[in-house]
């Protein structure tokens, strides 16, 4: 399995601009998650999917951001309109839900969002 | 509110030396706890995973020890390397699936 899938790898946009990052997870898995990591905060987990319905999005920090799972293959988390402080990187992970690897998390490489 | 805490924050050592790790969780009533390394602009790479119902896991030159009562998790590094220089980080799962990670502890092990 090529693990899980990010795209794009590094992102530049301007202030007010929309940006989407998408995921793809390891095949079989029945959780996906999207975190944003930064110097001050660290790794914040952001909303999670089991079976492509969002369970939590408490984490997620304001309306501008939004998350979508439409497929077992493939998701998406949008910022609208994106501002300086959502610099970050964002990572997709996922999990299994039963198995030798059972809430074992896999992450993907990251999106380095950079918001001017 | 969970809060995961890592001790010590940086650790510089010669090649060769066994080390220990820190992880310490406020609220004993976790699921598991999982180990990650991540490399320098890197994403996390899984290293053990510790069920509630065990006490340690172990991967090769890697130990990792948990005790839920006292909120603490250790992981150990057997004769260590330059390769194992990386963020080591520890996260533990809450109810359902939500993960409270650490700061992390930044290793360097010097040739």
């Known amino acids: 399995d090529a693990g899980v899938i990010q795209s794009p790898r590094h992102e530049v946009t301007e202030m007010g601009q929309e940006v989407t990052l998408r995921c793809k997870p390891i095949s079989g898995h029945d959780y996906l998650f999207w975190y944003r990591q930064t110097m001050m905060r660290g790794l914040e987990l952001l909303i999670y999917f089991n079976n492509n319905v969002p369970i939590d999005d408490s984490g997620m920090p304001e309306d501008r951001f939004s998350a979508k799972m439409p497929n077992a293959s493939f998701s998406t988390l949008k910022i609208q309109p994106s501002e300086p402080r959502d610099s970050a990187v964002y990572f997709c992970?996922?999990?299994?839900?039963?198995?030798?690897?059972?809430?074992?998390?896999?992450f993907g490489p990251g999106t380095r969002l950079t918001v001017l | 509110k969970q809060e995961v805490t890592q001790i010590p924050a940086a650790l510089s050592v010669p090649e060769g030396e066994n080390l220990v790790l820190n992880c310490s969780f406020t609220d004993s009533a976790i699921y598991n706890l999982q180990w990650f390394r991540q490399d320098p602009g890197k994403g996390l790479t899984s290293l053990l995973l510790?069920?509630?119902?065990?006490r340690e896991q172990t991967s090769g030159r890697l130990n990792a020890s948990l005790d839920k009562s006292s909120g603490r998790s250790t992981l150990y590094i057997a004769a260590s390397q330059p390769g194992d220089s990386a963020t080591y980080l520890c996260a533990v799962r809450l109810g359902g699936q939500n993960f409270v990670f650490g700061p992390g502890t930044r290793l360097s092990v010097l040739p």
């Open positions: 510790i069920q509630s119902s065990q």
């Open positions: 992970a996922s999990s299994p839900r039963g198995g030798s690897s059972y809430n074992e998390q896999f």
